[in-house]
């Protein structure tokens, strides 16, 4: 399986701007749907958003829809989590996952058996 790192986590006041970076290590992301989970102090990990093998689809979790986007970048064997409107709601550890099964249509975490070890968001009212 494929390792993966997050990076780009940080504070930021409500209704600014993060984007997260998911690399891989060891293989290309082009053979691997790759999600975006997040997980708050007491609360279970969530679905933020996922993107298929070809990365010609996603999908996104209810609370998150209409402000972020997932990419990816084949060149870079990158994907990114473009976060925008943030929201003191949307504060937790978020993790990047991928596995090769094309689980790209609301997955759950099971789906995914590749984990990174999480990037911090903050965000600040």
């Known amino acids: 399986q494929v390792q993966v790192v997050e990076s780009g986590g940080g504070l930021v006041q409500a209704g600014g701007s993060l984007r997260l970076s998911c690399a891989a290590s060891g293989r290309s992301f082009g053979s691997y749907a790759v999600g975006w989970f997040r997980q708050a102090p007491g609360k279970e990990r969530e679905f933020v958003a996922a993107?298929?093998?070809?990365?010609?689809?996603?999908y996104y979790g209810d609370s998150v829809k209409g402000r972020f986007t997932i990419s990816k970048n084949y060149a870079k064997n990158t994907v990114y989590l473009q976060m925008n409107s943030l929201k003191p709601e949307d504060t937790a550890v978020y993790y990047c996952?991928?596995?090769?099964?094309?689980?790209?249509?609301?997955?759950?975490?099971?789906?995914?058996?590749?984990w990174g070890q999480g990037t911090q968001v903050t965000v600040s009212s």
């Open positions: 996952a991928a596995d090769t099964y094309d689980r790209w249509y609301n997955p759950s975490v099971g789906d995914f058996r590749s």
């Open positions: 993107i298929s093998k070809s990365g010609g689809n996603s």
